[in-house]
């Protein structure tokens, strides 16, 4: 059985890394829990860093780890929807990226929440349009 899903809520270039280089593909598995995420709490969700560079990654503004999940497409900072809970958001969250492999971190005094899907799942890769399955 082969299916196809169209991620409804977000856009590739929401992803794309901040240094402007044009990396931007990220994990279809990452999208599509986040997609439902957005689905269930009904507002928005900004990402604020998707997929890095080694570059941007390693600078200090961003001081990323050298095996970090972003590097990969397989992780996202986001933040809620303006005037949202981050509690709210992280408790969603909570339920999508708590299985083994996954990373799940929330930033309180920063207001954002890491998420990661394990490494196994990094392809495919989504750059935009349907999902496919075969
Ligand atoms: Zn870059
Ligand atoms: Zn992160």
Known sequence: MSWAILP????????????????????AALVLRLDAVREILGRRIFVTSGRRCAKHNATPAVGGSENSRHLIGCAADVRPDYGASLTDLAACLALFFSTPGDEFIVYKDRGFVHVAVSRALVRPLWNGGKIEYI
């Open 8 to 27: 409804r809520h977000f856009e590739p270039f929401e992803f794309a890394c901040r240094c402007g280089c044009g990396s931007q593909s990220v994990s």
